[in-house]
């Protein structure tokens, strides 16, 4: 009867069924020892917690992608046809590898091991770094976890598996709407004699800017605690100031510190003096001496030449004593020389990707890495076969993952000029198309290199280098020159980023900040000189956790708490998301971004033992309020959902436009969302002030007065999305 009763649903009425449940559980029904008032003495039979209702929420989800479509493909290529990877099923013991040998002697015992080897150490970017300079990060968890189980079963040579940290924490709540702590557990589990590895941005956690020392420290702890071994930790400036904390706090979770230096520039080039070899030694004798288990080279941009790589790692090897790291990308295709040159040089560990997933804007490749050392004395020891057969799997899932696609084919030697991280380099190339300047891609690149030198030659790796790429987006969408920029009496409006900056709220850059840029930028603002984590107040972990659980209306993790410190917006639009549609992630790949198939059905298991059957029938057409009703099979049974096609909605008036030439006219620099509105009709403004805000591509822009005078007509308000020279506010 019990059973009966949890398994039969009534539609769109309200029921008793929670109530008979709990009447049929309840001991005194059981025993038989209740009376006429056993439900006025049991006041628990009225305890009915609320349904999950999961498959009607994930239903929802993907009748809202059949009618409306997923807005992370929206205007993206689909895959010719859906791919199916197979992973091998193996059941992993976890009684012997570097996982275990760093529980039990600790990492200083692990990076004396890796002093001892004389075979090259690899370390594989896949299902990190690879997925996010090829693929936008939007790789989702299930893809990741399928294969991991092979990777402990026939890669067990691997020094470490990259996995998590970078832009995967944004985008795995942003745009998968997946818990990214519930990839690392999951990953930590499905390998458990890998190390997996994640980026750090030290003060800057997983996010964007500086946070107070205990947000990070609380991070570091639960990301140890979650399954984290590696952290690299960088800073963005190379300010090792601004590691310090990060450091400390990796050191006290007894994981291992991988300290990172930036490499930037050219220690060929004397003309370029400012990052010289000396520069690089003395940064990594500081990381040392600051507590670091091994040091790493993070080239970002793929700018380390293959005489520079051995004239860097040799000096590194006779100056500091633990291991060595070597991260670079493919983006101008030699980068698997500088892997050999640096191998030949004494590297001790190296980064690259699977077959499938490197080149271009990731890593080198790893398969012919491995292959290129065997039968010397840097033998990797890796099964050349194994590694084809995880990479065939990587094929497999980079298909459908088509629409992520930057379309770049080949390498570029640009990247010596613009020096942007691979990283980047796609991110921007998807910014500029969807801001309509994709034609004029060489005006981005150069104004990335004017960028870098107008703002002092500065280390370039997130966050820093988003504030290069916004100034140089915001360049070229306004026609504005390096001249225009510096010239002290041409009012501009700066994106907020090059505003954080320039406060010093990023850090210290090598060198200082070009003085006038910053009183021009600043406009009379005092600049932040110390580091900024020791002028915050400490963050009140109790008041968040309160302030994310009245938002979410619930109980959240301690992990969750991490999430919502990092990034409270996306946070909260994560969990509303989670209200609405419920765990997503339990679907396939192809159904999270395309839906359904007519006739397709879809085996979803929502928890261990608890699996839906579902097919999708039929479709409508809308009726008179725009919905369409969406006909679906669940577990046997008809089930229908009701979505607005917001397609049929009625077309608005086009906006009007500025008048070229017409100062009364306040135009949009660039297509976006207007976020706020700091004027009212009738204010009077100067030269200089606030408008309104704009946000494009998670870049906000201030729109400022060009001239003093009074607000005639606001013509737009908050929420609204704009285009290129859309009017704005009107002058008297």
Known sequence: MDRALREFRIRGVATNLSFLENVLSHEKFLTGSYTTKFIDTSPELFDMPKRQDRASKLL???????????????????????????????????????????????????????????RLLLTDTTMRDAHQSLLATRVRTDDLVKIAPTYAKRLPELFSVECWGGATF???????????????????????????????????????????????????????????????VFDSLNWVDNMRVAMDAVNETGKICEAAVCYTGDILDPNRDKYSLKYYVDMAKELEAAGAHILAIKDMAGLLKPAAATQLFTALKNEISIPLHFHTHDTSGIAAASVLAASEAGVDVVDGAL???????????????????????????????????????????????????????????????????????????????????EEHWSEVSDAYADVNQMFGDIIK??????????????MVTSSLTRDDVEKPDKEIAFPESVVSFFRGELGQPTGGFPKELQKKVLKGEEPITVRPGSAMEPLDLDLARKTAEEMAGRDISDNELASYIMYPQVFRDYVAHQNQYGDVTVLPTSAFFYGMELGEELV???????????????????????????????????????????????????????EDGNENHVGAPMPGLVVSVSVKEGDKVKRGDVLLSIEAMKMETSVLAERDGVIDKIITGPGSQIDMKDLLVVFT
């Open 60 to 118: 929802n989800f993907l009748g809202e992608v059949m009618v409306n479509g997923n807005p992370e493909v929206a205007g993206r290529k689909h895959p010719d046809y859906i791919h199916h990877p197979v992973a091998e099923n193996y059941n992993v013991s976890s009684k012997s590898g570097l996982k275990q040998k760093l529980a039990k002697e600790g990492p200083k015992a692990v990076a004396d091991w890796i002093l001892t080897q004389d």
């Open 355 to 437: 077959d499938s997933m490197s080149g271009l804007t990731s890593q080198a490749n790893l398969g012919s890495i491995v292959a290129a050392l065997r039968n010397t004395p840097r033998d990797t020891s890796i099964n050349q076969g194994a590694m084809r057969k995880v990479s065939d799997y990587w094929e497999d899932v980079r298909a459908n993952y088509v629409g992520f696609e930057s379309d770049i084919r080949c390498g570029t030697s640009d990247v010596y000029n613009h020096e942007m991280p691979g990283g980047q380099y796609t991110n921007l190339r998807q910014q500029a198309r969807s801001l309509g300047i």
């Open 170 to 232: 944004d985008v795995a709540m942003r745009f998968l709407k997946e818990c990214p702590w519930d990839r690392l557990e999951r990953l930590s589990a499905a390998m458990p004699n890998h190390l997996t590895q994640m980026l750090l941005r030290a003060s800057n956690g997983v996010g964007y800017t500086n946070y107070p020392d205990n947000a990070v420290k609380f991070l570091v702890k639960r990301s140890a605690e979650a399954g984290m071994d590696v952290f690299r």
């Open 604 to 658: 979803v298991d929502i928890e261990k033992g608890k699996t839906l059957f579902i097919s999708f029938r039929a479709i409508s057409d809308g009726d008179d309020e725009g919905r369409r009703t969406v006909f679906f099979e669940l577990n046997g049974q008809p089930r229908n959902v009701k979505i607005t096609d917001t397609s049929q909605t009625p077309k608005k008036e086009s906006a009007p436009k500025a």
């Open 461 to 474: 790796v997130t966050p820093s280098s988003k504030v290069v790429g916004d100034m140089a987006l915001m």
